[in-house]
């Protein structure tokens, strides 16, 4: 059927196209770029961030780059990647998203000792779910992932939708000296009790961007990572119109969001489908403006003078078929509240000891290890609402590990276009329910992405199943 498929697609495409030009447009199925082995080094290294013209920036890499080799593997087939640890200090490697085995999720203590230096790891899993995830460490996250330990995680769909080009956009947010190096402090107790450590340089895979070149009348799919430890984005495309066609790597309706804005907090993917409907030879800037007062323009689309490669949008479907994620049974579904709290509020710390942040009035810290007690024990197989309520000043992009959910509702309004996620925002005095079936065993950790939150305590493990007991 594919083929029949893409035929038909590009038939169509031919009939509704008005000029011979647009023989030029028709859309080809990409071929898989796909492998299912890999092995990585976990190592020092330097990265041009700001540019060839500047002095390089000494960072902490995958496999020599900044962000990491992109791993494209195909869904439900094995995979394994050889992790070995160049650092002098412990790590490991979290695949962000995936719905794998407890053992090779990656948080030190429970699923696995961490790495030790000179040492290595064999991370095997067989992806269920086809979309945009990303990896990065579980150890000492705030440096790890501060110093540039990501990369993203492409796992292809047997049917990908036809486009004329496919590009990834790893976005990470650097805090950098005037002389272009890694600032220190990481860890301030200020900054953890509010917006965490958010840098001053905002790069693209790896560069901050210059401009992106598109050519008039393609179809791009974008595949967009926020990599950043602590920044939330919003991104508006001037003069052009998203479609969002999967959020966290899982499909949803495709639809214009809100206002425009991709909402893209740290951790988040969304995958759009843009149709570059601006006039050849023009620029149009990519703004974010999550915080208005601080808004800044990230890249520009810069249009070939060339003529559009078709005059009418592509005709051919966007939707991407779904994933096998449960569908959790809301009929029968127990309820479980999560009450996110501290952090600085108009008067002050609340007082909380140590810990910054807390989850139902417990403080996990760190990066996760043995020995945590659960916030919550879930029966396996069974569905749950859980239901984030933040009493908190700040925002929360909050993350399970091991499953994906349906976003519900915020503030008891429905989530429309179907929209699942392994991450979601929680704003200030809202209140997210989402709800999953609690089909993975193991000890999952339930943190916020904003890396100085997690380590301050906005962490707490959900334990399916009664393993990790005795
Ligand atoms: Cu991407 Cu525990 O996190
Ligand atoms: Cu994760
Ligand atoms: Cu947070």
Redesign the pocket.
Known sequence: MGTDHVRLIQRRALLSASAGAALLGLVHPSPSQANQSYRITVAPGQAPLTGPQRRATDVWTYGGSVPGPTLRVRQGEPVSIVVENGLDQDTTVHWHGIRLPIGMDGVPGISQPPIRSGGKFVYEFTPPDAGTFWYHPHANTLQQLGRGLAGALIVEERSPVPVDRELLWTIMDWRLRPDGQIAGGFGNRMEAAMS?RIGNTVTINGVVPADEPVRSGERLRIRLINAALARIMALRFEGHRPVVVAIDGQPCDPHEPNDGRLLLGPAMRVDIVLDMQGKAGQHYQVVDDYDEDLQYSLVRLAYDAAPPVRMHPLDAPIRLLRNPVPEPDLASAERRQLV?QGGMMGGGMMGMGTAA?AINGMSMTGDGHAGMAAVATLELGRSYVLSLRNDTA?????HLHGHSFRVLSRNGVPVPFNQWADTVLVEPKQTVDVAFVADNPGDWMLH???TD??MAG?MAVLRIGNMGKG
């Open positions: 965490g996110l942040w700040w925002s929360h992009p909050m916020c992405h904003v939150h997690q906005l």
